[in-house]
């Protein structure tokens, strides 16, 4: 069982900046296509962006781009969603998800069905 583990969601007022991590095992992390989501209330989850862990190439939804940065950290094994200039739409539960066959993101970064595993998701709140 490939268990993902989202933290650092919280509560922020507009403007303001959090920061998620999701740990990976390691079996996953190398070289893998690895995904942000968000899910609001009463709306389908959507994809945030992606990164490919073996390159480092990111991929951004319009609604974050510019706002939002995607990195990660080899030696912890763990991707990372820098989020600044929130804003209230962007309240929801955060996911993140890895995909099982270890590739490159390709065009298709922001579909849930390219991912296999999934974090357990972790509350981001941006109150106006």
């Known amino acids: 069982q490939v268990q993902l583990v989202e933290s650092g969601g919280g509560s922020v007022q507009a403007g303001g900046s959090l920061r998620l991590s999701c740990a990976v095992p390691e079996s996953t992390y190398s070289s893998n296509c690895m995904g942000w989501f968000r899910q609001a209330p009463g709306k389908e989850r959507e994809g945030v962006g992606g990164?490919?862990?073996?390159?480092?190439?990111?991929y951004y939804a319009d609604s974050v781009e510019g706002r939002f940065t995607i990195s990660q950290d080899n030696a912890k094994n763990t991707v990372y969603l820098q989020m600044n200039s929130l804003k209230p739409e962007d309240t929801a539960m955060y996911y993140c998800a890895a995909d099982h066959f270890r590739r490159p993101c390709g065009g298709r970064w922001y579909s849930e069905y390219e991912y296999t595993y999934w974090g357990q998701g972790t509350q981001v709140t941006v109150s106006s």
């Open positions: 990164i490919y862990t073996g390159g480092g190439r990111t």
